[in-house]
Nanobody, 126 residues
Framework: VQLQAFAGGLVQAGGSLRLSCVAS????????MAWFRQAPGKEREFVAT????????YYADSVKGRFTSSRDNARNTVYLQMNRLNPEDTAVYYC????????????????????WGQGTLVTVSS
């Protein structure tokens, strides 16, 4: 599976962006699809995930109520709608695919994800 994330960019605080992650090589409709991010000098952290089994979503506390993950299985694509962005959201955002059914305690475990995209930079100016 190859994953490619798109549509990062520069946005002002309070603005919105929608990231896309297109999968190729295999259908990912049954995969758990996640977003992680890595800010300069920091560890890669979990942002959001959406289950391939039942569409259940999990979010990091820092983005709950602002970010929404979704998927379009016909397009083999997942999205991350990001609203009310703030400078702390500045990071490279990565999509990932994992062959497991996530639970709250496992959704953010990086080692459970088998495939990673190359990342797209989101910069939020104050």
């Amino acid at each position: 599976v190859q994953l490619q994330a798109f549509a990062g960019g520069l946005v002002q605080a309070g603005g919105s962006l929608r990231l896309s992650c297109v999968a190729s090589g295999r259908t990912v409709s049954s995969y758990n699809m996640a977003w992680f991010r890595q800010a300069p000098g920091k560890e890669r952290e979990f942002v959001a995930t959406i289950s391939g089994l039942d569409g259940r979503r999990y979010y990091a506390d820092s983005v709950k109520g602002r970010f929404t993950s979704s998927r379009d299985n016909a397009r083999n694509t997942v999205y991350l709608q990001m609203n009310r962005l703030n400078p702390e959201d500045t990071a490279v955002y990565y999509c990932a695919a994992g062959w497991f059914t996530p639970e709250e305690r496992t959704a953010g475990s990086k080692d459970r994800y088998d495939y990673w995209g190359q990342g797209t930079l989101v910069t939020v100016s104050s």
